[in-house]
């Protein structure tokens, strides 16, 4: 049992690294919410502990890349069934697309992960179900020189992490915590 919050907030900062390693945390896909009420799951990509800041790949024409210009205030939660561990976070996001940290992660991207940023602009209406890929990239693997021109799709969505909610459920008492980088707080659940 954690009883101490540093320990809550050493416990919070092992399941995102976790989560951004290894695809199958319970922590790699997280819910984003944007400030306009929008709320998607992403795949966790990086988590730096020393700055509090997660890293998620985006399409550049997304809707949440205009909500989070406008306001980029965001919330993240992240929930482990297993353990009964929520985490709610709060923070802003930023969106780099044209950065060296933007052309490294896509460049570490696999070509299979880059073919998303092939098909149609993300909620783009269709006449039926459809993928928004060119019928070409349908399950297969695009080379360098097919994805090169959609690079100008691609983004990198930093969120810089202001506060933890921790939430553990137990069936000796539940406990909660709010967490940042200088302190914390214990809460009732």
Not at 19 to 36: C, I, N
Not at 114 to 125: D, F, N, S
Not at 134 to 157: D, S
Not at 158 to 175: A, M, T
Request: charged share 30%.
């Amino acid at each position: 049992m954690i009883e101490t919050l540093d320990a809550v907030r050493d416990d919070a900062i092992r399941r995102l690294k976790e989560g951004a390693e290894s695809r199958y945390s319970a922590m790699h896909t997280p819910v984003l919410a944007t400030a306009d009420a929008d709320v998607r799951v992403l795949v966790l990509r990086g988590f730096d502990a020393d700055s509090w800041t997660l890293r998620f790949h985006t399409d550049s024409r997304s809707p949440k890349v205009d909500a989070i210009a406008a306001d980029p205030r965001v919330g993240v939660l992240a929930y482990d069934a297993e353990a009964k561990v929520q985490l709610r976070l709060r923070g802003t996001g930023r969106v780099e697309r044209d950065t060296e940290l933007a052309d490294s992660a896509w460049s570490e991207s696999t070509e299979f992960a880059r073919r998303c940023y092939l098909g149609a602009a993300p909620g783009e209406t269709r006449d039926g179900p459809n993928s928004g890929l060119p019928n070409w990239a349908e399950g297969e693997q695009p080379t360098e020189e097919q994805l090169a021109p959609v690079r100008a799709n691609f983004a990198v969505l930093l969120v810089k992490v202001e506060e933890i909610d921790w939430y553990w459920l137990s069936n000796d008492g539940h406990r909660r915590a709010l967490v940042r980088r200088d302190g914390g707080r214990w809460l009732t659940p």
